[in-house]
């Protein structure tokens, strides 16, 4: 399996993924850990990829998505973007509609 299939093989198997430099338990960037808290305090349940454990997935991924910097989030196999954007969603409140909507939840 080349690494396109691996990446599009993740985002088929979760609902939510957090590409991101290191694990939420040990993030490896501030970028990442940001992202990560985000996603928790939003509820979200989220798979992440390590793309420092992962070195094929780290050098593909940003032409995967034509984004250039981790972390890179991805709900429903579309990439949302990176850390600033999802504050940007939490901080509006958009970030715990989308992951409630992934879950089947309806918050209205």
Not at 80 to 99: H, N, P
Request: charged fraction near 20%.
């Amino acid at each position: 399996m080349d690494v396109n299939e691996r990446i599009k093989a993740v985002l088929a198997a979760h609902p939510i993924v957090l590409f991101m430099k290191g694990t939420p338990q040990f993030p490896m960037c501030g970028f990442s850990a940001r992202a990560a808290q985000a996603l928790r305090e939003s509820h979200a349940t989220f798979e992440t990829v390590n793309v420092l454990a992962d070195p094929e997935i780290r050098a593909a991924l940003p032409h995967y998505a034509n984004w250039p910097t981790f972390p890179q989030l991805f709900i429903q196999g579309e990439l949302i973007g990176g850390c600033d954007i999802v504050e940007d969603l939490k901080a509006s409140g958009e970030l715990v509609r989308m992951v409630s909507d992934v879950a089947g939840e309806s918050h209205a």
